[in-house]
């Protein structure tokens, strides 16, 4: 093998090389946005699931006041106080 032959075949090693880090990178890249929106759709259904269990807890809290409130005015009108 030549020098010349050496040379070329170094360069297409390296040619190929930097082809295989170009493409690492993009996979990298479109890895690390993917985990971004993950990350971002997470958050936000966490959110969601804090605001709808607060929202129960509230109908639950006023639900009960309202029984509580029926079932006393019930029983006073029954005469069972």
Avoid: C, P, Y
Avoid at 13 to 30: F, G, N, P, S
């Amino acid at each position: 093998m030549s020098d010349e032959q050496s040379i070329g075949d170094i360069r297409e090693r390296l040619a190929r090389m930097e082809q295989r880090q170009i493409q690492l990178h993009e996979m990298i890249t479109l890895s690390m946005s993917n985990f971004g929106d993950l990350a971002n759709r997470t958050r936000r259904l966490e959110e969601d699931a804090h605001s709808i269990k607060t929202k129960l807890w509230l109908a639950g809290l006023v639900g009960g006041a309202i029984f509580s409130t029926a079932w006393a005015v019930f029983k006073r009108k029954i005469g069972i106080e």
